[in-house]
Each structure stands twice: as C-alpha cells, then as structure tokens.
C-alpha cells in the first residue's frame, strides 16, 4: 500500500520561506506525476504546483515566482519552496502523487495523497 508522508509546515512570519517535503513509500509501477494542493479554512482544496514525470511544471498564478516545485525521483521524494510567503499562503498543504500500478496482465493508475500539513504565515 502506497504512503504519502509531508514535512516540513510550521509558522513563519510574512515574507519568510519554508520548504515542504513529501514522501512515497510502498509499491507502484511509475510515477506519473507529484505535486501539492493547499486548502484554507473555509474554502475548497486548489492545486499550488504539480511536476510530471514527463518535465512539465504547473503552479496557481497566487504562487508564480515565489513557489518552486522540485523532485527526487531517485528517492520518490517531491519538494516545494515556499518563499516570500504571505497571510494568505495559510493553509493546510497536501502531497498527492499521480501512480501506475501493474497488475497480472494490466496497468491501472490511482491518486494518492498525504495527510497534510499545516503552513501559518503570520506575524
């Protein structure tokens, strides 16, 4: 069974970084693409920033030029820098990886996500 474990949030003040990480544990085919969603309170889960194993990159227009989304795809790790973080940037942060499985005579792919963590930016 596949694991996703972030890392990483915590409370930094308005225009400081943080660097989240992410985790894939257990047994899949390939990856075919990593990324991280945030959701605020009160508000629905949006997509920050997504890496696919072909080399595409996708960020939300709110985080362009200040997030960096990067992968270790040696260790199934994905990273994302959060830099010049705002008040608004407050959200819980969730990992979720885009998988192939293979089974006996056929390939199947499934999401997964992380539990999440929290990122505060406050002063």
């Known amino acids: 069974q596949v694991q996703l474990v972030e890392s990483g949030g915590g409370l930094v003040q308005p225009g400081g970084s943080l660097r989240l990480s992410c985790a894939i544990s257990?047994?899949?085919?390939?990856?075919?693409?990593m990324g991280w969603y945030r959701q605020a309170p009160g508000k629905q889960r949006e997509l920050v920033a997504t890496?696919?194993?072909?080399?595409?990159?996708n960020y939300a227009d709110s985080v362009k030029g200040r997030f960096t989304i990067s992968r270790d795809n040696a260790e199934n790790m994905v990273y994302l820098q959060m830099n010049s973080l705002k008040p608004e940037d407050t959200a819980v942060y969730y990992c979720?990886?885009?998988?192939?499985?293979?089974?006996?005579?056929?390939?199947?792919?499934?999401?997964?996500w992380g539990l999440g963590t929290q990122v505060t930016v406050s002063s």
């Open positions: 890496d696919t194993t072909g080399g595409s990159t």
């Open positions: 979720y990886a885009d998988l192939t499985y293979q089974a006996r005579s056929y390939y199947y792919t499934d999401v997964s």
């Open positions: 257990g047994s899949f085919f390939s990856i075919n693409a």
